[in-house]
Every structure is written in structure tokens, then in C-alpha cells.
């Protein structure tokens, strides 16, 4: 069945139609006490997935530590057609998983450094060669963890998905930091009211606006617009802070997603990853956000600041 991305140019949304992917397995953070049910990001089950696009292994072992392959459920496939500005279109784009641990029950802020630094070469690896595909305009990485989140499957994992073009939001992004001397991302990554905590290298802050509750975003100090081009002290301090951030998001709920905004060909923005934190009822979004956009949030600057510093 073919995969389509349609566009209402009215609301300015993009809905990718992947019917395909209703057959995905559902498979818990729990498995090992089912036992039943196998899951495919362990070590030893990869014939479950597509065949691996990377693995990094240590020194001295035999297993990897981090794996990336195609998402056996794509929502975009290499094989469609994409036609710019037609209203129903083939999904064409590249869709991989990256399983950032062997282990099932391992949890994304319980990994040690040096696994950490596999995890973000496995990211670099995966982003830099997803953005030179032909017909690529724009590279998503991103993480949903727990089932408030969307995550399908509770073995810790991020997707990446290469899209034919640039989101609204993220355009947006690249119009409001391109020009150095003006870029929000600058102002806001020393905006001392809004920091939460920050290392040598990146503040992370609570957003002017937050459209959820304990939202958080990690930017670096400096104006960078590629993370894969992190030097080797910025990378660690990049990942302590991903880390921790995830860390402070999980006092509050345990699902949460997170999205890598990077420069693509087409644009550059500041670097920042964005950090929703997935309460679940009361906090979901209802029939006014649905039905007009106008988010409503229950949890005010000071509240969050309060929790999360
Ligand atoms: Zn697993
Ligand atoms: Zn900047
Ligand atoms: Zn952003």
C-alpha cells in the first residue's frame, strides 16, 4: 500500500498516511516478566528487524552497544514519488530506528558516558547520511518514550525520519535565527530567568511560551547550527545534559518525547533539542487545541522552574 503525504494548505498541516504501520507490535517496558512476547531491539533478536544500517561495538566485546537499521513500519519510504505542492503526494523519505542499548530494561538517563558517546556517534552517523540523500530537504530526530508519548515499543530507542521537505515549524526556526545578531536562540540560552541548569557548554531553559508543562529545551551558549560538528568536549557536555534533563523531566512523568531542531540544506537555526514532558489526563490536548490551536497549560513558569531546578 502506498504511503501518501497529504497537506491542508488551510490549517497548514501535514498528515503522512503510513496505514501499514497499525500492524506495528505493541511491546511493553515489562517483557522480560511476560516473557511471552519477544522484542526486537533486544541483543540476539535482530533477524526481527531489517538488517542493521550501523552497529557500534566496543572494545572487546562481541555485542554491540548501540544499532541503527530501516523502521520496519516506515511512515516514508525511499521506493515513493514526492511532488512539491500537490495536495496528495507520494511519502517519499527515509525512516531508521537507532536502539541506543542492548539491554531491555536499561533506561536512556542510567547509561554510562562512554555508551552515551556511542549513542551520539550513532546519531551524527545516522543524521549526516540521511541529509545527503537526494530529495531530502529536512531531518528529524527524535525520541518517544512511554505510552503518552506515542513509543510503540518500551525498549529505550530514537527514530530518525528524512522528509522530502521543510515543516512549517521549522522553517519558522530558520527565519527567526539566521541573522546571528538577532537569533532568539542566543538571547535565550543567557537569559539567566530561564535557565534551569547549564554546563561549560549549554544552558537549558524554559521556553517563553511552553505549550507543555515542564517543557525544557537545551541550547548552547555559543551560536551553533550543526550538531553533528560538536568537538569532542561539547559532545560530552551535550550529551550530561540531555541526560539530566531527562532526568529532571522524569520526577514529573516518565513519558516524554524530545526533537532535534538542526540546520538542514535549505535553512540553519541555533542548535536545540525540545523537551515535552507526556503528562497524561488532565493534561492532554483537547477539543480547543484540536479545534483551534490555542493550547491551554495548567502549569505556570514559576511551578515549573520550582520542579525542575
Ligand atoms: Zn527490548
Ligand atoms: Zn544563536
Ligand atoms: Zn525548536
Known sequence: MAIEIQTDKIKKVVVIVASARSKRPIVSKKVKVKKKQACPFDF???????????EIVTFNSKKWEVRAMENK???VSPFEKYVPNKEHTGAFGVHEVIVETPSH????????????????????????EISKIKGIKYVSLFKNHGQNAGASIGHEHSQIIGLPFVPEINASEFQHSKNKSQCIYCKLAKEKANVIFENKFFSVVYPDVARFGFECWIVPKKHKINFCLFGTKERTAFMEALQETVCRVKRKTSDYNFSFHNSCKDGEVHFHVEVYPRQGAPHVWAGLELGTGVIISSIDKTTALKMLR
Not at 540476539?44 to 550501523?54: I, K, Q, V, W
Not at 530494561?105 to 554510562?112: A, H, K, R, Y
Request: proline share 5%; charged share 20%; aromatic share 14%.
Open 73 to 75: 513500519f516506515p511512515a
Open 105 to 128: 530494561s536499561e533506561q536512556f538517563e542510567d547509561l554510562t558516558a562512554s555508551q552515551m558517546q556511542s549513542v551520539f556517534e550513532a546519531y551524527v552517523n545516522r543524521f549526516a
Open 44 to 54: 540476539g533478536n535482530e533477524e526481527m528487524t531489517p538488517s542493521s544500517r550501523l
